[in-house]
């Protein structure tokens, strides 16, 4: 057994509606029992975590590892409970997040000034403060010449690179309206990062392999966060080709046996980030055995901190700690709208 993940000790799906039947109906609906227990779980978890931020550092802008990551999972809760008061929660957070920007190069959604602005803008619109809106979409597109031109050796991933600030502009433009940014802005980028892509596979001499390819301190990278895989979710939506599916689904029965990660419970390097890959399963092919999966990830999530996982360095932030599982959890209670944050589109 992978010494990074604890045993599953789920029983899978087999097809009996006995293994469902207490979580969701034939339609995907969950059960109103289920339902209930993610949502007394998610307003547990938050008392927990709301105490835990108070020692939290406060200088941390970010949307991954601090206060605009808050403000986007109760932005999300929002969307999911329609509760007024967790905009309210979102707007106190992201005025914090604004008040300790980055001012430097970091320029993208996860680890940049990029996020804040980008779910300060959404906050504000959902406020109706039209003026400050206007204020927030004006500064994120200050950076846009700069981030064309990859000034300050800017590199081309999701997590640092210019992928990072084009999904700032994808995110404003999905809450917002597909106009609010307009299209060029969208297009220059993404014709930068091939340009560049397409240079570094003919330095590396592997046009013939791939076509594009992309560095991280000056080493080929393939994955998500830092290379190929991440890049490649953005330029380009394959529809409709069998063979993914394929491998999809085969990377879902790894993700089963090994995804209880001893990393802990968050989106990062832990139970719920790997949760979204049967919900992904889910829409795809309306399988229950996938939303299954997905509610037992969720169990094992509910049961925090039992499992002796370790702690991380911010244990109650979006992508490393707590906040990310509440997202998860929030998730599931809406499956066929759920998307893994700040990634999928």
Known sequence: MDTRAWRNPYHDYDGSPAFTQALFDSHGKLTSEFAQRLSSKISELLAVMENGLKSADPRDCTSYTGWAGIALLYLHLHNVFKDPSLLQKALDYVNHSLKCLTRRHDVTFLCGDAGPLAIAAVVYHRLQRVQETDECINRLLQFHQNVVKGAGGLPDELLYGRMGYLYSLVFVNQQLGQDRIPLQYIQQISEAVLVSGEHLSRKFRVQNHSPLMYEWYQEQYVGAAH???????????????????????????????????????????????????????????????????????????????????????????????????????????????????????
């Open 227 to 345: 290379g190929l895989a991440g890049i490649f979710y953005y330029l380009m939506q394959a529809f409709g080709v069998p063979q993914y599916l394929v491998d999809a689904l085969q990377c879902g029965e790894v993700v089963w046996h090994c995804g209880l990660l001893k990393k802990g419970y968050g989106l990062c390097h832990g139970a719920a980030g790997n949760a979204y890959a049967f919900l992904a399963l889910y829409r795809q092919t309306q399988d229950p055995k996938h939303l299954y999966r997905a509610c037992m990830f969720a169990d094992w999530c509910m049961n925090y901190g039992k499992h002796g996982c370790r702690t991380p360095d911010t244990p109650f932030s979006l992508f490393e700690g707590m906040a990310g599982t509440i997202y998860f959890l929030a998730d599931l209670l809406q499956p066929m709208k759920a998307r893994f944050p700040a990634f999928e589109v």
